[in-house]
């Protein structure tokens, strides 16, 4: 059955196109539940929203406040979304007024952040006054619906792959959505575990969001998170959506998917433009050798491709980092928004013979296994 989706605004004041607005970001490239009618963000007023995030006119605009959005259309946007993912868990002072001044038209507000609006006094009042909901995307389960880890991860027959990075902000979850819908274009059932706020508000069925969990219970959620996949869903892939690093002394998350998962494969992405931690001035970027090597040596599953970020990267640039790494590491390279998951796709069926095979199903070349490459479906990708 089709998901009727809901109409919305993408609050990203002083942000859309930063790192801090990747949530706003990851909606207008993708939705599953909303129909994104605008973004809010006075410094890029009148701009199109596809153009900034360096991509095609999509017909997004944005607006430079909630009244002049209002202003173009025939009725009041369903949601009000807030886009921002800073590093603060609460909005400062003088935000809450936009959010007050949606309750009022009517909006429901969609909350990704650590501080919960639905536990505010003063948004909780309007809410109720103004018959509307506040959703807060990172609310944890009650206690007694979370999960710890019980090894039945080891019960998933099907591939999982992890889609992890070497910094927070870099792309991850853009490649493991691209990705995931390229490979159910191609007619392999693929399902993507969310493990943050951004692809739990664009729509993902399974996951949670785990920085916001008690750490006794990361691991275990993001286990269940991908059984119920495989359980209710008979995929023939499933790929979770990575955190952070694994060498980030800030975060935990890349260690609790690499436990929880267990994935059989990892895929990599790396923005080699960036020198430090995206909002830790101090820290210098890790080397992809040196993320490479400490990955591999907490799991027993291998790097199979590099993802890149080309932010701060003209095309040329990125076309000689891609054979620069394939050369250096021997690892396929791509940037999904510049060239497509033709290499991530080449990738997995290679290294899992029952993803060629499905492919070949339903691709009706049943006469002879197809060779890498030389699937028809691969070359449109």
């Known amino acids: 059955m089709a998901i009727i989706k809901e109409t919305a605004l993408v609050y990203c004041e002083g942000q859309f196109g930063l790192l801090d607005g990747k949530t706003a970001a990851g909606l207008v490239r993708h939705s599953e539940l909303y129909t994104i009618l605008g973004v809010i963000d006075s410094l890029r007023a009148g701009g199109d929203a596809g153009e900034v995030l360096g991509g095609v006119c999509n017909g997004i605009p944005i607006f430079a406040s909630l009244d002049e959005a209002l202003s173009q259309f025939p009725s009041v946007p369903d949601c009000y979304i807030y886009g921002k993912a800073p590093l603060e868990a609460h909005i400062p002072p003088h935000e809450r007024k ?14 990704g ?23 807060d ?41 691209e990705l995931n819908k390229v490979l159910n274009g191609l007619g392999l059932k693929s399902i993507l575990v969310a493990t943050g706020q951004t692809s739990l508000i664009q729509g993902a069925r399974y996951g949670v969001s ?63 433009a960036r020198k430090v931690r995206c909002d830790f001035p101090n820290l210098r ?82 006469t002879q296994p197809a060779r890498v490459g030389k699937i028809p479906a691969l070359e449109m990708i």
């Open 210 to 272: 785990i920085d916001a969990l008690t750490s006794q219970f990361v691991i275990g959620e993001i286990e269940n998170s991908v059984l119920q996949a495989f359980d209710h869903e008979s995929p023939d892939i499933i790929l979770v959506e990575g955190q952070s690093a694994v060498s980030h002394p800030a975060f935990m998350g890349s260690l609790g998917i690499l436990k929880g998962s267990m994935p059989d494969g990892i895929i990599l992405q790396h923005p080699p």
């Open 98 to 111: 936009s959010i007050l001044d949606a309750m009022e038209k009517g909006m429901t507000i969609i909350n």
């Open 137 to 177: 995307i990172r609310k944890p389960p009650q206690l007694k619906d979370l999960h710890v880890f019980t090894g039945q991860i080891s019960r998933v027959t099907v591939p999982v792959i992890a889609v992890l990075g070497t910094d927070c902000a870099c792309g991850k979850m853009t490649t493991a959505i």
């Open 285 to 366: 970027m890790p080397t992809l050798a040196s993320e490479i090597k400490l990955i591999e040596s907490m799991s027993t599953a291998r790097v199979m491709a590099i993802a890149l970020s080309h932010e701060d990267m003209l095309e040329a640039e990125v076309f000689r980092v891609m054979e620069d790494y394939e050369k250096q590491f021997q690892l396929p390279t791509t940037d999904v928004l510049t060239y497509g998951c033709q290499k991530l796709v080449q990738t997995l069926i290679q290294h899992f013979p029952t993803l060629n095979q499905k492919l070949n199903q339903k691709l009706n070349l049943t």
């Open 113 to 135: 952040l650590h501080q919960f609006f639905s536990e505010d006094a003063e948004f909780v009042h309007a809410a109720a006054q103004y018959h509307v909901e506040i959703k």
